[in-house]
């Protein structure tokens, strides 16, 4: 069946260091990726995203990497912040009919060390 | 610019009580509506999806329902809770008819059954 898991639940992270959090998805169908931030106590916010069609994309601090071949994605986070504490979920996204079906993967919790 | 508005921000009901969580959308014409819960510490499970009036598809059999009365509300309901019921509640939208359109969340509804 369709899945998203994250390789690692939690990761602690020394400010000023770049965040790598990791997930695999098992869908080859899938033709949308995204990133969620969510705070404690909010809605998911999106971060970044990227199309099938692309390996790489890159935000204000942020990149996000796909590789197809294996199935993986990784979000990188460049000199970490504490505001960039949160839990952060993956999603794929499979286009049924007129209506797209986002799954989300189980969330890495990220922590920052001072 | 496009908003989404949840209510309430908490709730608390006994079991066997009724449910209803209304989520409306602003700026957006026909969007496809979402509701997802979300257990203590867990990712995100998709309960319904529409993409239009009166369309509902439910992803998972369980005590709850949705309605959409109007293009942009969209209701969860039920008519008896269960404790199982708790959770935190999201209603989330996307532009219809391209599976390149990332999810737009709502701060959610905390909902405690007791």
């Known amino acids: 069946g369709e899945s998203v898991g994250l390789h690692l639940p939690t990761l602690s992270v020394q400010e000023g260091d770049n965040s790598i959090i990791n997930c695999a998805y098992s869908n080859s169908a899938s033709d949308y990726f995204i990133w969620y931030k969510q705070e404690s106590g909010k809605g998911p916010q999106f971060i970044i995203d990227i199309r099938s069609n692309m390996d790489k994309r890159q935000g204000q601090r942020v990149t996000v990497l796909l590789n197809k071949t294996v199935k993986h994605l990784s979000l990188q986070i460049a000199a970490t912040q504490p505001g960039d504490s949160a839990v952060y979920f993956c999603?794929?996204?499979?286009?049924?009919?007129?209506?797209?079906?986002?799954?989300f993967g189980s969330g890495t919790r990220l922590s920052i060390r001072p | 610019s496009q908003t989404i508005h949840q209510w309430p921000a908490t709730l608390v009901q006994p079991v066997g009580s009724p449910l209803s969580l209304e989520c409306t959308v602003e700026g957006t014409s026909n969007p496809n509506l979402y509701w997802y819960r979300q257990a203590a510490g867990r990712g995100l499970q998709l309960l319904f999806y529409s993409v239009g009036i009166g369309q509902i598809s439910s992803e998972v059999p369980q005590n709850l329902s949705a309605s959409r009365p109007q293009d942009r509300q969209f209701i969860l309901s039920s008519k008896k809770l269960l404790l199982s019921d708790s959770g935190f509640y999201l209603c989330?939208?996307?532009?219809?008819?391209?599976?390149?359109?990332?999810?737009?969340f709502g701060n959610g509804t905390r909902l405690t059954v007791t």
């Open positions: 989330a939208w996307t532009t219809p008819g391209t599976s390149n359109s990332p999810l737009h």
């Open positions: 999603a794929e996204t499979i286009l049924y009919s007129s209506a797209s079906k986002i799954i």
